[in-house]
């Protein structure tokens, strides 16, 4: 049996949000290694621990692996007491594998497959007993299936569940069932796990940063640096409680919102229903759903009854859904697939009706618990979020390594130094070590989130909520930005222009208003194909079919008390509602055709099927009809051809092509079907009668081109990705900005594979099959060749399909030149950003979080649009309901990422400054007393670097992106000048101490803090200590990111206050500071005002410096490397683009096999 193997996925499961988005935690490619306690090993183990007075427990805890590969041995997976986890992003995790005795002939209840794959016999005491091996990663239980030779996740044993096995589980599961299935599955639980305080404190104690700061005060106070050492431990403590307080809160908070325990009722084999805890609920499990609603505890299937559902803590979406019964069927379940039939865990339950005998409640089959959920998959992206691959923070601990080789340096230097002299044995170890707390300062990765903190923090007071900080500075690297169409670029919600029936004889007149149509089908339709529902008297639903029913005047009724009379009234049917006509219409016509219409059976809307059908009856039962609503194409494919009118195209063309958002409707007679009930959608949603169209108009938001415009001078690309119409989203792009008004669209149309002829694309020309002739047609791409024209491309979902499939070598130049995709599933809107990353570009996408949850998880920076303040649907939640808060999240972003360089910059200089004085004064046989490091780490740099980031981002969109690596030119070339500056300043101020006719020079016989106050001591510190106020303002940046310094008061005036502070202690420190300081008081005041000068000419030098830095003085140096290209592939295909001749191929015929590939270096 292997020692190695791989966590087995299921092939489909339930895909998200029913199951872990492979995108927040993508460990379908876990590698499994198995591992055995060896107990000698153990003890030995144990010993070593003691011995090393716990160092090596430090070390295990840091490098689980090591303890692992120390303790025990390898063995195979089926063996195995603790396995090691490596996922796919490299990282490693230790786990311990459980084991649970099964009752006999549990095991059995749940089928063949569970009792053949989940029985692991093993021989105990003689007697053979069956034991369940699992373990628990991330929340999720994973088993040991012996036949799969690997560890599976629990929700194998339900992948298979079809449509028709679902509502076998109707009838409900048997005790002795119930319990086989909790102790495989587990209990029905999202725990987050709540620490307790001592556990949190060793954790926190352990971190290596408090572990450097320990190794640091125990080395200041063996030096006799007392008082310093005592404040930097205090600072230490309130620094690690202040954690403890903070983790330990929001560890409970996420707890309190993850964890739901609550009273349900489920049905027994038996037929009686039970009480019991959600906490015991199973998949496979029958629920009752009452008539008021419940917090759902758990992912269920809705078999029985509609049910009207606030999905908004998933999804951001504000706007109730009517979820209906799971179609019977023998394909397989899917949760994503069946989105409009499951109901998600942690969603509010408002009402529920039609399922029971009576008038109220439902029922459904749970699928899912605990972390296998929707609820649960989106808590655990928030306990266990998806590494950030982001340069900033990667470069962040290289640059760490390179401060260490720096202090590796100072510290040889300052050992050879300090042996030349008469320095102890235990001094020279003690000092240099020393060295190396100095140059590389403990608290920098603190630091570093500091301007992230802020922008946080301002970023809320503007009604934009962040769930994960370190994304704040990834917006400042968005190089693209996605936004979904209806409700983000344009307004939620749509007025009826006018409705045009259509028939084998053409289209008639256009109706401006539905309710002036006369009595027939159209109306009909119109009145009855929606599923707007009644909550306490008031229609809710979907704002375009709230407009829709209130157009044809028409009102809703649903069942109330005893529903047999309504039932009755339509010929026995189940009545889902009924749909009335206006009372003075029925008068004034007289007529059977405008009576009222019950709705027996509903087939919601599909954003994959574009479409949605009801069933309806005549009073009596009589009549019954089928009316389907969606897109025209999908409409129009689903209809009897010689039902469609000849002109539907051109019509469409024209419609769409004015902004409206049209849409299509059809029937079908249904005479002959015995049961409605049971009907199956497709048979429903075939052989249809064309009717007509119904226009919306959908008005642009405002802000919508104003923002575009923003984005567009910005040099920030713009796409649009919507499900609507690619006519209707080519209008949107024109009239919000981004296609301009002198640029062309190119269509891309793909066609698969089918039996009849090769896949073929092709790239036509707006409008080029119009009146234009074909002389101006030959003018128009030919200047488009030439560069005489800008153009877009614009590409439906199907083609962007076919694309993908067939033509892949076509596929990032498309994305490159593409501004419009429309008829976008939600499935190919994920897609389409994880392409766009493919190309290295950062991409941003905004939506409303309905149907784009998962495109803006997989973005890197996804802003859902939502009046609740923190939806986990996205990173980001706007309470402003338009895209204005793009721009601003984007300047926070740039802010924050320049910050976090200014205070990196910033720390590693301060560490710099202070090593150089240091060293100087190692050589002249000196040191720094106790309280000049306290007065410059303390009062001096902390200060500085707490309100440095205080300062806001600037009010406009600079076209030049800020630099994301630390380890860049301008960046080391920088902080390399910066610091041959520094040392120069001391240096100088040191000779011209030494200089002066009054110098005395030290006691050789003396070393160390024993030769304080001297002059060499406090030259140098004085002008160290004008370079950490001097740093301060020259890596702060300001244009074209930040605002001014100035205008981070708090800053300036810090600045001021300090920089006075430190020309007091210079010019006139008085006996007791220079006491306490041990300083020495120069007499001469000439003296004392040329340190000051020197400090001036210093800043200026500097200053001048990072000037001429900012201004690409260093890219000289780059001009002997040569030109390279650059390492974002879009940037290196847009140049290839530009320079080809022959692209885009207009008005060619391409098949997979006769192409012309664009090779990129």
């Not at 104690?205 to 404040?231: H, K």
């Amino acid at each position: 049996m292997d020692r190695r193997g791989s966590v087995v996925e299921p092939q489909s499961g339930l895909p998200s949000p029913s199951l872990r988005d492979p995108l927040l935690s993508p460990d379908s490619h876990m590698d499994v290694q198995g591992y055995k306690w060896v107990r000698w090993r153990v003890w030995l183990c144990r010993l070593a621990a003691l011995l090393s007075l716990g160092l090596l427990w430090i070390v295990f805890h840091w490098r689980p692996r090591l303890a692992v590969l120390a303790r025990c041995c390898s063995c195979p997976l089926a063996l195995a007491d603790i396995l090691l986890i490596r996922d796919s992003f490299g990282q490693q995790h230790v786990v311990e594998v459980f084991t649970e005795e099964m009752e006999e002939g549990s095991l059995e209840m749940l089928g063949e497959l569970e009792d053949t794959e989940c029985r692991d016999t093993v021989q105990l005491y003689k007697d053979e007993k069956t034991l369940l091996r699992f373990y628990l990663y991330e929340g999720l239980r994973y088993i040991w299936l012996d036949r799969k030779g690997a560890f599976c996740r629990v929700s194998v044993l339900n992948e298979d569940w079809t449509c028709k096995d679902l509502y076998g589980f109707q009838e409900g599961l048997s005790h002795l069932e119930q319990s086989s299935r909790r102790r495989i599955y587990g209990p029905n639980l999202i725990d987050v796990p709540v620490k307790p305080y001592m556990k949190l404190l060793f954790e926190e104690v352990l971190n290596p940063f408090y572990v450097f700061q320990l190794f640091s005060i125990t080395l200041w106070m063996i030096d006799n640096y007392y008082f310093y050492g005592i404040c930097i431990f205090l600072i230490s403590v309130f620094s690690i409680v202040i954690s403890l307080y903070e983790i330990r809160k929001q560890s409970v908070t996420l707890g309190n919102m993850a964890r739901l325990v609550i009273n349900v009722t489920i049905r027994r084999n038996s037929g009686a229903e039970e009480c019991v805890s959600s906490e015991e609920l199973v998949p496979g499990d029958c629920l009752i759903i009452p008539q008021e609603g419940l917090l759902l505890p758990c992912d269920a299937a809705l078999l029985a009854g509609e049910c009207l559902v606030n999905e908004s803590m998933l999804t951001g979406e504000s706007v109730p859904v009517l979820k209906t019964p799971l179609p019977p069927g023998e394909g397989r379940y899917s949760s994503e697939a069946e989105r409009r039939h499951t109901l998600f865990c942690g969603t509010q339950l408002i009402q529920a009706k039609g399922g029971g005998p009576g008038a109220g409640g439902a029922i459904a089959v749970v699928t899912s618990t605990g972390f296998f959920t929707a609820k649960g998959n989106l808590v655990s992206s928030i306990l266990y979020p998806q590494p950030t691959n982001f340069r900033f923070y990667q470069d962040s601990a290289k640059f760490l390594l390179l401060l260490g080789f720096v202090a590796l340096i100072g510290t040889i230097y300052s050992f050879v130094v300090l042996f030349r002299s008469t320095a102890t044995w235990l001094e020279l170890v003690i000092r240099s070590l020393d060295i190396v707390t100095i140059a590389v300062p403990p608290a920098l990765p603190a630091a570093i989130t500091t301007g992230t903190f802020y922008a946080q923090r301002r970023l809320k007071r503007q009604g934009v909520f962040c769930i994960s900080p370190p994304r704040i500075n990834i917006c400042g690297k968005v190089s693209l930005f996605c936004f979904d169409k209806t409700g983000t670029l344009t307004e939620e919600g749509l007025d009826v222009w006018g409705v045009m029936e259509g028939g084998p004889a053409g289209f008639s007149e256009l109706v401006p208003e539905p309710r002036l149509l006369p009595p027939g089908r159209m109306l009909s339709g119109l009145a009855c194909c929606h599923t707007v529902t009644l909550l306490r008297g008031q229609p809710l639903g979907d704002p375009l079919e709230l407009k829709m029913v209130e157009s044809t005047g028409w009102t809703l009724e649903e069942p109330e008390g005893d529903r047999k009379v309504l039932d009755a009234e339509f010929g026995g049917h189940r009545v889902l509602c009924v749909m009335r006509p206006p009372t003075q219409r029925l008068q004034a016509q007289g007529t059977s055709t405008s009576e009222a219409v019950a709705v027996v059976q509903r087939f919601a809307f599909s954003s994959a099927l574009q479409r949605m059908s009801v069933v309806t009856v005549a009073r009596g039962g009589h009549s019954p009809l089928a009316f389907i609503k969606g897109s025209p194409e999908m409409v129009a494919s689903l209809c009897r051809a010689e039902t469609v009118p000849v002109q539907f195209s051109n019509k469409l063309h024209s419609f769409s092509s004015e902004g409206f958002r049209v849409l299509a409707l059809a029937y079908k007679p249904l005479d002959g079907i015995p049961d409605l009930k049971t009907i199956e959608r497709g048979e429903v949603e075939k052989d249809m009668h064309f009717l007509g169209f119904l226009m919306m108009k959908n008005l642009m938001k405002p802000e919508s081109p104003k923002v575009i415009n923003i984005l567009r001078l910005a040099h920030l690309r713009s796409v649009m990705v919507t499900g609507d119409n690619i006519l209707t989203a080519v209008n949107v792009a024109k009239s919000c900005g981004m296609v301009g008004s002198d640029e062309k669209v190119i269509f891309v149309n793909a066609t698969p594979h089918t039996a009849q002829s090769m896949p073929t694309l092709t790239f036509n020309l707006e409008d080029s099959g119009s009146t234009a002739g074909q002389s101006s047609v030959e003018i128009i791409t030919r200047c488009l060749y030439q560069g005489g024209f800008g153009y877009h491309l614009a590409i439906s979902g199907k083609s962007f399909a076919a694309l993908c499939d067939h033509f892949p070598e076509y596929l990032p130049k498309v994305l490159l030149r593409a501004t419009v995709f429309a008829r976008m599933t939600p499935d190919q809107k994920t897609q389409l950003v994880k392409e766009l990353q493919k190309l290295n570009y950062r991409v941003g996408m905004c939506g409303d979080g309905a149907n784009d949850c998962g495109a803006l998880r997989a973005a890197d920076v996804g802003v859902s649009l939502s009046e609740a303040e923190a939806s986990v649907a996205s990173p980001f939640t706007s309470k402003t309901e338009n895209i204005s808060c793009v721009p601003l999240l984007i300047r926070e972003g740039r802010c924050a990422l320049v910050t976090s360089f200014s205070l990196f910059r910033y720390m590693a200089l301060y560490s710099l400054t202070q090593l150089c004085s240091v060293l100087i004064l190692y050589t002249m046989k000196t040191a720094m007393a106790d309280l000049q490091f306290l007065f410059t780490d303390i009062f001096v740099v902390t200060l500085l670097a707490i309100v440095m980031g205080r300062g806001g981002p600037s009010k406009e969109l600079h076209p030049r992106r800020p630099p994301a690596s630390l380890l860049a030119l301008p960046v080391l070339g920088s902080l390399f000048i910066h610091t041959c500056m520094i040392i120069l300043g001391q240096l100088a101020a040191l000779f011209i101490t030494t200089s002066q006719d009054w110098y005395v020079p030290l006691n050789s016989t003396v070393y160390g803090a024993k030769n304080l106050p001297n002059m060499e001591n406090t030259s140098v510190f004085a002008l160290s200590g004008f370079q950490y106020i001097i740093m301060a303002v020259v890596v702060t940046k300001g244009y074209p990111h930040k605002k001014p310094l100035y205008y981070n008061v708090i800053f300036f005036c810090l600045l001021i206050v300090l920089f006075g502070v430190m020309t007091w202690l210079v010019v006139y420190p008085g006996p007791f500071i220079c006491k306490e300081l041990e300083m020495y008081d120069f007499s001469d005041m000439d003296f004392k005002m040329l340190l000051v000068a020197v400090a001036a000419l210093n800043f200026l030098v500097c200053f001048v410096v990072e000037v001429l830095i900012d201004l690409g003085m260093l890219n000289c140096l780059r001009l002997l490397r040569g030109k390279r290209q650059s390492k974002k592939e879009y940037k290196r295909l847009n140049v290839v683009l530009y320079n080809s001749p022959s692209w885009p191929p207009l008005n060619q015929v391409l098949y997979p096999t006769d192409h012309t590939v664009i090779c990129l270096s």
